[in-house]
């Protein structure tokens, strides 16, 4: 079975069927504990943890897949087990494993595309019929947040494949910055098994911006030259965004010249490893610097276009970190209040349309869950 995340199909033995994004949901959830009995309010829990449904919906959304999965009864099938619910059987799917060496190099493959920020390159290699089965569940919800799929992103996940996005999430959502801070640190401090690189994400992308919005950047930077220390090389994948972070709070110090500093190094930096989410964020930074020197319209054209960057790289999330920048430091570059109120229009069209402050709630449990 091969599952495509762009427009909620699934195709068996080379014939495509189109789904509901619920029936899609529920099928891509049985197909990963394939072998598992659920109970109805197991499957409520998984599969929609943000609404209300009832016992009907699920018993109608397997009604409906099974409809679906008819002709493909010799390969897979959704059992009903007496008294316990549940269980998604598959019967002839191949066993043979997926060659070992073209799987490490197709999970190389993806780390070298969503480190060089090329998003649509990295969802048509998620959605290939031929590598489909070397990707794991993690793997294919990365697809969710290029897209800016929250929704979906909370609905198929569990608490044991991120750490660092439901605070990530909820860093964004939570409007009470001491509380949001105070809930990353309590987790870097209890969450022994956190793994590494969401850490780092959290201590040194995460913390800065919140203790920026709080008025106490030499924490944020305090962060950021940590992480600096840590990384050394210019080649790690987290460099150049440290140099961006720390230009940001350069800038939000007061300290311009330092920051123009930081901006002729960066240049440099992304000419070598031209990583698209981060030339994206320099480009923003290049409008924060022209609209602090006066250039006011020349800001707004080059902070226009970095969100169009992202937009083209397909790395849509990352519209967060950005809006996020603007909110810091555009009042403190003496934007005209016209394009302040013009980029938080269309902050909040973004948000909108990812249905961010609905999910505020789930989000919260999500980022409270492990402490």
Known sequence: MRFSDSDYTVTIGGETIALRRKEYNLLVYLHAHAGR??????????????????????????????????SFSDTVEIRTVKGLGYCLELKDESTDPFPEELSRQ???????????????????LLNSRELGSAFTRQHRLVNFLLNSDFTALLEQSDHNDFTFLPLFLYSHVEENTEAAIELIERTLERKADIKEVEAMDLKFFTLPPLYMKAGKPDHSIAFVEEGLMMVESEDHG??????????????????????????????????????????????????????????????????????????????TYYNLFLFQLIDLLLPKAGAAPGTIRY??????????????????????KRAAFFL
């Open 343 to 364: 980029f938080r229009k269309k902050k909040d069209e973004y948000y909108a349309s990812t249905r961010l402050i609905e999910l505020k709630k789930t989000i919260k």
């Open 106 to 124: 197709t999970d190389q493959l993806f780390s070298t595309y969503y480190k060089f920020g090329q998003g649509k390159a990295l969802k048509e």
């Open 238 to 315: 987290f460099y150049p965004a440290l140099r961006i972070m720390k230009a940001a709070v350069l800038f939000y110090k007061g300290d311009p010249a330092l920051f123009t500093e930081e901006l002729t190094g960066i240049r440099g930096v992304l000419e070598a490893h031209p990583y698209l989410r981060e030339k994206a964020a320099l480009t923003l930074l290049e409008g924060i610097g022209a609209t602090h020197a006066g250039r006011k319209e020349e800001g707004k054209s080059w902070i226009n276009e970095a969100l169009e960057m992202i937009r083209r790289s397909g790395h």
């Open 37 to 70: 009995t659920f109970s109805r309010d197991a499957l409520l829990d998984a599969v929609w943890p943000m609404e209300a449904p009832t016992d009907r919906t699920v018993d109608d959304h397997i009604y409906r897949l099974r409809q679906k999965l008819k």
